[in-house]
């Protein structure tokens, strides 16, 4: 994907005591993974010295590897709960590169990231998407592709792209959500999944699974083994770029009409961070004691079946009592000095991840959930005499494939 270098320079003073802005620098990257050698799409930057780099990207405490590599078996997704799950690949003119998305309650849509397949501005770039799911309970299974012919992997081509209108394909963005819809309905033993829409996520655990790049060590490493097997793993919502806490410090716009991180809405982009049970690696309760900031909100010790989101998770579910709060968007380091334990982005211990919540994009989500597909239309029109006019649909644009 094309790399993206964002150098913004901002004075945003932040609202406590009479203390200065940090000087912050950042690396990100939207993390879908790569079949071939195609390059994640990152970003990072420097303002005011605080540096972070970025990547549009589950990498557990331990390891998530095979159970034949020694992999941890609390990782494994293989209940019914997670049969709703799927493994994405996208053939584009660029390469072959696999998301993870969630079967909705009409059983033909999948919701996933946006940067999976669009590169902003409402239009879809995949030459052709399968969605694999899987009916078994063997945890190592490849869903992508089913490279090894398992006869209880199945799939259902795409035929409809619907992208949040307001995804500017920036890495991070929370508009980064689309719904893409199955040519036919799903097996009929896969899990569907309601949608919640509760608006105040603000240290929440939650529940998160994906079929991204995984690590046969853990977060002292960071992903360093392939695709295509479920995981899943818990973490704790953090904080998000907009609370009131930070003073506007991401959010504010300078005279080009950029915040911190670009041009894309970042306000409602929530982060959890990856930790060890360590003080020093505890990202978000380091990055909060830049601004003088502390206490429960930011500082805790993490989760004892603790993940964090690598490539190829993108656009994966984060649930809460089964219901979908979140979608998997981006990874996120300020580096070492704020508790990323080894540097750049690797999904080790320290990084940040950035989901985008439901709550903002309830419209959206309604609203392409309510588009009928093609002869639905033809039908309504011939029976009914329906115009085009009378039955706009708005926001959601929809590219067919």
Same mark, same amino acid.
């Given at each position: 994907m094309n790399t993206r270098l964002l150098l913004a320079v901002a004075s945003v003073a932040f609202a406590t005591a009479a203390?200065?802005?940090? *000087?912050?620098?950042f690396e990100a990257s939207s993390p879908?993974? !790569?079949v071939d050698n195609r390059a994640d799409r990152t970003v990072s930057g420097t303002i005011n010295g605080l540096a972070f780099e970025a990547r549009s990207n589950l990498v557990g405490r331990t390891s998530t590897g095979t159970l034949v590599s020694g992999g941890d078996p609390r990782y494994l997704a293989t209940g019914p709960q997670y049969k709703g799950v799927v493994g994405l690949l996208m053939e584009t003119a660029a390469g072959n590169f696999v998301c993870s998305g969630a079967l909705l309650p009409d059983r033909v849509s999948i919701l996933t990231a946006a940067h999976c397949v669009s590169d902003g501005f409402g239009t879809a770039n995949p030459i052709r998407t399968t969605a694999w799911f899987y009916s078994g309970t063997d945890g190592d299974v490849v869903y992508q592709g089913n490279p090894f012919g398992d006869p209880q992997v199945t799939s259902r081509?795409?035929?409809?792209?619907?992208?949040?209108?307001?995804?500017?394909?920036? *890495?991070?963005?929370?508009?980064?959500?689309?719904?893409?819809? !199955?040519?036919?309905?799903?097996p009929g033993w896969a899990t569907s999944y309601d949608v919640d829409f509760t608006t105040d996520l603000t240290g929440q655990q939650f529940n998160i699974a994906g079929l991204g790049r995984r690590s046969t060590i853990g977060g002292d490493f960071g992903d360093n083994a392939g695709t295509g097997?479920?995981?899943?793993?818990?973490?704790?919502?953090d904080f998000r770029f907009g609370d009131a806490d930070f003073g506007g410090f991401f959010t504010n716009r300078d005279a080009n009409g950029e915040n911190f991180f670009g041009f894309a809405e970042v306000d409602h982009s929530w982060i959890l961070d990856f930790d060890n049970g360590l003080e020093a690696n505890d990202g978000s309760c380091r990055l909060a004691g830049a601004f003088g900031l502390g206490g429960a909100k930011y500082c805790n010790l993490g989760i004892d079946t603790e993940v964090g989101v690598?490539?190829?998770?993108?656009?994966?579910?984060?649930?809460?009592?089964?219901r979908i709060v979140s979608v998997n968007s981006y990874s996120l380091s300020f580096g070492t000095g704020f508790g990323d334990i080894r540097a750049g982005l690797n999904n080790s211990f320290g990084e940040l991840d950035g989901v985008v919540p439901t709550y903002i994009h309830e419209s959206f989500i309604t609203a392409a959930l309510g588009v009928p597909e093609p002869q639905s239309w033809a039908m309504l029109i011939a029976g009914f005499?329906?115009?085009g006019a009378a039955m706009r649909r708005r926001r959601a644009k929809v590219v067919a494939a």
């Open positions: 203390q200065a802005a940090p *000087v912050l620098s879908r993974a !790569l081509e795409v035929n409809r792209y619907i992208i949040n209108p307001g995804y500017t394909g920036e *890495v991070i963005d929370q508009n980064d959500i689309a719904i893409i819809r !199955l040519s036919n309905a799903a097997r479920l995981r899943q793993g818990d973490n704790r919502l690598a490539g190829g998770d993108s656009g994966g579910p984060g649930f809460i009592n089964g005499g329906l115009t």
